[in-house]
């Protein structure tokens, strides 16, 4: 059974301990360019970190000191995703995450 369990695992490409890993490595790496791009481009902003510490429960990955406009969208902070890009999950973690920042902080991307 347990070698079993573990060819599971290790064939898993979406959820096993070693994906969750790379997933989190690839949200970082970037956070960190997201984060380089805006300070390169002269534009203050406070990071999830900083915002943390603040006391902001809810937080983006960016929080822009003085909004930009991207297109015709005004665009108060910036949540990086990595690893999604489609539709379904866009709507999903609209629902589950980004209400809660345009309550708090407006329009983001």
Known sequence: LARDLQACID???FY???SERIRHSLGVEYEYILC???HNAGIAFATEQQLRQQGQPKTPDV???VPIRVGKHVVNWIDSKACF???YTH???E???FLGYIS???PGM
Do not use: A, F, T, V
């Open 95 to 97: 629902s589950e995450q």
């Open 16 to 18: 096993s301990p070693d």
């Open 36 to 38: 380089e791009k805006l």
């Open 63 to 65: 929080k822009l000191h």
């Open 91 to 93: 709507k999903l973690n």
């Open 11 to 13: 064939s898993d490409s």
């Open 85 to 87: 890009g489609d539709e």
């Open 104 to 106: 708090r902080y407006g």
